[in-house]
């Protein structure tokens, strides 16, 4: 048995096993137990599990809290190291790939047309844009590490590319995301975020169209309103301003799942305020920094179907702790083992 006081300093390790609040961190000298702040899992093993449906979608969601505490492998630690011959460095960068910039005080924010792309403007059989928009120069640093007045223009750039991009008449929706982390599916670790554009709206996206109309049907609201709502109310709040709130959603279907949503009423990032960009920023910060003491991979995620008016805006983070297996792939039920109201207590410490 490991005894370390609560609060000790992370310390960079090559490979580490999960054991309940516990990191044991191999080194080629040594085994080491650091804790981590989160600490709610070893409370948990006497709860029942409870399934939970989603509010206003058909998704469902074993929370079966006693899981979290089952052995884990050995998993790598994915480390951030200098790569001279990095894509997203900017003595890498194609000047002629280039296709905006915003300058910040002492950064620039690029967007580069994506080298290996899925769908282009000139291949009628799989049409969009794809674009990569490398986050900082600064090859060493995360979303977690960049300041708040970066991480907002971040947002602006998402805007730019969303309103350009969306004035292509073939363009139906637009999706700006984040793959941060292997277990992510991030494939570079230089900070970056995708814009993925094309004339197809998702099954997944046209099923919750037509739900979120059919609750616009029955009682005249629209769904994420009432959802924002109800979570303001809940032990699932993480953090609420004048501008945004944010919440570990009750049928979360990841580990320490957060939604990001705007309290008015809004389209798209297009849409949004100067004032909801600053709150947006700052909660995405705070929870990229929870994230990072977990050392979580994550993605995260901004829709935007140019013919539906009736969006809500929000960012959806789903952090990549778990690995969906046979219970998940087979049956489309997922099983999450640690509840949404831990994870939300988790994330309003500092």
């Known amino acids: 048995m490991f005894l370390l006081p609560f609060y000790c300093n992370i310390i960079i390790v090559k490979r580490q096993i999960k054991t309940g609040c516990s990191i044991v961190v191999v080194r080629a000298h040594g085994v080491h137990v650091v804790p981590v702040r989160f600490r709610a899992a070893r409370h948990m093993n006497n709860k029942p599990s409870e399934i939970r449906k989603s509010p206003i979608f058909n998704k469902y969601v074993i929370i079966t809290p006693g899981r979290a505490l089952r052995p884990h492998d050995l998993k790598e630690y994915t480390q951030n190291q200098p790569n001279p011959d990095c894509p997203f460095c900017v003595q890498n960068v194609n ?3 280039i296709v905006d910039k915003i300058k910040t005080k002492n950064d620039t924010i690029t967007s580069i047309k994506n080298a290996f792309p899925a769908v282009s403007l000139d291949n009628q059989k799989a049409y ?22 970066q991480i907002e223009s971040l947002l602006d750039m998402y805007a730019q590319r969303t309103r350009v991009i969306a004035k292509n008449k073939k363009i139906d929706y637009i999706l700006c995301f984040k793959n941060q982390g292997s277990k992510a599916g991030a494939s570079l670790s230089h900070a970056h975020s995708q814009v993925f554009a094309t004339k197809i709206v998702p099954e997944d996206l046209r099923e919750e169209m037509i739900l979120a109309q059919r609750h616009k049907i029955k009682h005249n609201t629209c769904a994420y309103c009432d959802i924002v709502k109800m979570e303001m ?22 580990h320490f799942e957060a939604w990001i949503v705007t309290k008015r009423h809004t389209d798209s990032i297009i849409d949004l305020t100067q004032n909801e960009k600053k709150s947006v920023a700052k909660i995405l910060k705070h929870l990229a ?30 952090p ?11 049956s489309g039920l997922v099983i999450n083992s640690v509840s949404p109201e831990a994870a939300a207590k988790y994330y309003r410490t500092k």
């Open 95 to 97: 000047k002629k790939n």
């Open 233 to 254: 109310k809940s032990s699932r709040k993480i953090y609420a301003d004048k501008y945004v709130v944010a919440f570990a959603p009750y049928a979360s279907q990841f």
């Open 128 to 149: 969009g844009v794809q674009e990569v928009i490398i986050e900082s120069e600064n090859h060493q640093v995360e979303l977690a590490d960049l300041p708040l007045k």
């Open 320 to 330: 990549r702790d778990g690995v969906w297996a046979g219970v998940e792939l087979g």
């Open 289 to 318: 920094l929870k994230m990072k003491e977990l050392n979580l991979s994550f993605n995260y995620f901004l829709h935007n179907v140019i013919s539906d008016k009736q969006q809500h805006f929000y960012i959806k983070i789903q």
